[in-house]
């Protein structure tokens, strides 16, 4: 990529995406209330250890975004000569993450990176390993600040959250119900830039907006197809959705390409171009955004590289290098920000490619 891209959507996240997928249990916004407490004394000065071994925990695997994010992470891997390991659950629920938590302990891994399903609910595994020496990153989304080390962001949640609200907006032309097609009721990140999403639709600017229903699509391709089907079947007079999750906008997308509302009913969401590209072209979508995940992966990646060699502890305002991406400084409550997303149009998605 020749961009630095991080949904501020408007990319947390993220969403992510991921698929996208997403504080205090407040997550992707550094509005979480606490970070892990850490006592090491840490040394920049020291080298990167070779050999690490780094287990790589998405929401769920075969999904588009984490796909590309792992992409980034086995990237930083062999620029670490580090052995990262993929691996994860089918479905996107916290209880399937916890046991591949506990199997990296027992394996004596030297740090997790993992975007979580669900901030508590993984929590007392997270706190379980890192009793055991295990260095935890979370991105994307994160999990009780308490129970890791340090957060990956791939933007902050008003930004990625505001600029959802804007491109619907400027997709409807400022005035109609809209609906938000999440991904799981638990997801942090996603419940985040809800959240954000509901004050800025109360600015008076966006007055003539009405959110009318949060539906959620448990980011499963054909669960998400169907939610959709049912939003523009309770709301006749629906004008648009935001579905900031990679594959629920994906989902929303395909129904609206073939149905009698393509055109009428807007869409906007948390995507990658890849995936968006076609729906872009055809006239269904104007307009989404997104981070580069594989940044993402690869920061993550690099930073429990950092943990685990004593660069860093997650203690604000440290600073370490991360590879090609260059230098970051952790922020408070131990999170550390990617950067701001892209927005991408038919004038623009073209020169993308993941």
Sequence with gaps: MNTRLVLALVVSG???LTA?????????????????????KADPNAPVKEGLKITFLPKQVNNPYFTVAQKGAEQAGTALKAE???????DAAASSQVTYINTAAQQQQNALVISANDANAVAPALKSARSQGLKVVTFDSDAAPD??????NQATSNEIAAGQVKLISEAIGGSGEIAILSATPNATNQNAWIEVMKTELAKPEYAGLKLVE??????DDQTSFQKTQGLLQAHPNLKGIISPT??????????LSSSEYKGKVQLTGLGTPNQMRKFVQDGTVKSFALWDPSKLGYLATYTAAALASGQISGAE?????????????????GE???????????????????
Excluded: H, M
């Design 147 to 152: 129970a890791r080390d340090v957060f990956i």
């Design 84 to 90: 990262v390991k993929a691996t994860g659950p089918s």
């Design 214 to 219: 949060t539906a959620y699509g448990n980011d």
């Design 336 to 354: 550390v920000v990617l950067g701001p997303p892209t927005v991408f149009t038919k004038d623009n998605i073209d020169k993308f490619d993941f």
């Design 246 to 255: 990679t594959v629920g906008v994906a989902a929303a997308a395909r129904y």
């Design 20 to 40: 996208c997928g997403g504080g205090t249990t407040k997550d992707s916004a550094g509005q979480q209330t606490g970070g892990a407490t850490n006592s090491a």
């Design 317 to 333: 305002g440290e600073k370490y290098k991360a590879g090609e991406l260059g230098d970051y400084t952790i922020g408070a409550k």
């Design 14 to 16: 993220a969403v992510a």
